[in-house]
C-alpha cells in the first residue's frame, strides 16, 4: 500500500529556472564580474518598479534585511519588538541581534496572521515596533495595525518572504509599513538561491540601511573597484557584510520578470488543491479576503488526528515513503528550545499557533509542478486518508 506511486521523489519547493536565468548567470560568469556590481543594481530598480517605490536595496537573505530593518531603528536593551508566534525563527532572531526583546502574539486562526487584538494587549511603555509576517502570502489585516501603530508610535517591519506579490486594499506589500523586507531563497517565489531586497518609506533610512549593506560604508563601496576612477570610501555607520552578489542578482531579474506566470500556475495549483481536497478530511487553508491578493506562497493543510485518522507526523512520514516532498510551516515559536529557555514562553499562552504548527502539513506548490505531480501529491494523501 506505502509502495510509491512516483519513480522521483517530488522536492518540495523547487523553484522554476529557466535559460534566461543560466544565460544571465553564464555572462556576469565570463565578463569575471561576479560579486555585487552592476546586476545587482539593475534587479534593485527592477524590484523597485514592481513594487511602485522610488529605490530598494539587494541583500543576501530577507534575514539580513530584517536585521537592518531593526537595527536602523535604533532600538536599545529594553526596547520591545512585537511579532507572532507563527513565523520562521528568522523573525525573532532578528529582534534579539538588534539588542531588543521579541514579545509573541497569537495567531487569529481564521487568517493565520497575528491578531490585531493581541497586539493592542501585548503593547507596553517599552514597545518600538511591530514585525508582522504575512503568513503563507495572505496579507495581515493592516487597517487595524497601522492604526495601532499610529495611536502607539510604533514603527511597522513587514516580512514579506512569503509575500512578494500579496496587495492589501491595492496596495502592495512591504509598501504599507516603514519597510518591507523580500526574501529569494531558493523555495521563495522568487528564487536566487540566497537572496532579498529591502524597502523603505523614509528615503533616509534607506539610505543608511544601504550603507549598513557594505560595512557601513559610504555609498556603493562596490564602485570603486570601476572605471570611473579611484575613490575612497569611508566608514560612516557600524555596518555588516550582506550585499547582493551579481550572480544571485543574474537569477533575479529573469525570475521577477516571470513573477506573474508563476504566481498564475500556483494560483492554479491552489485552486485545483482546493477543489479536490473539499470532500476530504483535511482543512484547506481559508478563502482569500476580498480586496486583497493572496500570493499562494504555502498551501497549508491542516490535519485534525481525530477528524483524518492519523496523526500529522504520521501523515508527514507516509507522504514521503510516497515519494512526496512535503513540509512543515511552522511550528509555532514557543515549541523552540532556546525561546522557551530564553524567554520562559509557554504553549498554553499561544494555543491557536501552537495547535495549528502540529496540524499543519504543507503541500508542493512550485510553477516547477505538472499536472501530473499534482495528481501525484492528491493520490498519495487519497491512498493514506482514504475519503
Ligand atoms: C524564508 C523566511 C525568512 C528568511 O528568509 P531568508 O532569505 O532565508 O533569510 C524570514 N521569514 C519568513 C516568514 C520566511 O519564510
Redesign the pocket.
Known amino acids: 500500500m506505502s509502495k510509491p506511486r512516483r519513480k522521483e521523489f517530488l522536492v518540495f519547493g523547487q523553484p522554476l529556472i529557466g535559460d534566461d536565468e543560466i544565460a544571465e548567470v553564464t555572462d556576469s560568469m565570463r565578463q569575471a564580474w561576479i560579486g555585487t556590481g552592476p546586476k545587482a543594481q539593475r534587479f534593485e530598480a527592477d524590484f523597485a518598479a514592481y513594487k511602485g517605490v522610488a529605490q530598494a536595496a539587494a541583500v543576501n ?6 536585521h537592518l530593518a531593526c537595527v536602523a531603528l535604533n532600538l536599545k536593551p529594553g526596547d520591545e519588538v512585537i511579532t507572532t508566534a507563527m ?2 525563527c ?2 525573532v532572531n532578528v529582534i534579539i541581534h538588534a539588542g531588543a526583546t521579541p514579545v509573541l502574539c497569537d495567531i487569529d486562526p481564521k487568517t493565520l496572521n497575528i491578531d490585531p487584538e493581541q497586539i493592542e494587549a501585548k503593547i507596553t511603555p517599552n514597545t518600538k515596533a511591530l514585525l508582522i ?1 504575512h ?1 503563507a502570502g495572505r496579507p495581515c489585516d493592516m487597517n487595524a495595525i497601522m492604526a495601532i501603530a499610529k495611536c502607539h508610535n510604533l514603527k511597522v517591519i513587514e ?1 514579506c ?2 509575500a512578494i506579490e500579496t496587495e492589501y486594499h491595492g496596495k502592495k506589500a512591504g509598501t504599507i509599513g516603514d519597510t518591507g ?1 523580500f ?3 531558493a ?2 517565489n522568487i528564487a536566487c538561491g ?3 531586497m529591502v524597502i523603505a518609506k523614509d528615503a533616509d533610512s534607506l539610505a543608511r540601511i544601504r550603507r549598513m549593506v557594505l560595512h557601513g560604508l559610504s555609498a556603493d563601496a562596490w564602485a570603486r573597484y570601476s572605471a570611473s576612477g579611484f575613490k575612497h570610501h569611508y566608514v560612516t555607520d557600524l555596518g555588516f557584510k550582506y550585499n547582493m552578489p551579481d550572480l544571485q542578482a543574474a537569477i533575479g531579474i529573469h525570475q521577477l520578470k516571470r513573477v506573474e506566470e508563476h504566481w498564475r500556475r500556483r494560483e492554479a495549483v491552489w485552486n485545483r488543491y482546493v477543489t479536490e481536497l473539499a470532500p476530504s478530511p483535511f482543512i484547506a487553508p481559508p478563502p482569500i479576503e476580498s480586496n486583497t491578493r493572496h500570493a499562494y ?1 504555502l498551501f497549508t493543510i491542516r490535519i485534525d488526528e481525530k477528524r483524518c485518522g492519523i496523526a500529522r507526523d504520521k501523515l508527514l512520514e507516509e507522504m514521503t515513503k510516497r515519494n512526496i516532498g512535503v513540509g512543515v ?1 511552522y511550528l509555532a515559536i514557543p515549541e523552540q528550545p532556546y525561546y522557551r529557555e530564553r524567554y520562559g514562553w509557554r504553549a498554553e499562552d499561544f494555543p491557536e499557533a501552537i495547535r495549528y504548527g502540529r496540524e499543519c502539513i504543507s503541500l508542493p506548490i512550485s510553477p516547477k509542478l505538472t499536472d501530473e505531480d499534482v495528481t501525484d501529491v492528491l493520490a498519495a494523501l487519497c491512498d493514506i486518508v482514504q475519503w
Open positions: 537573505s530577507c534575514t539580513a534585511a530584517m513565523t520562521f528568522a523573525s509576517v503568513y516580512d518572504a512569503h523586507c526574501s529569494f531563497y523555495t521563495k540566497e537572496g532579498g506562497h510551516h
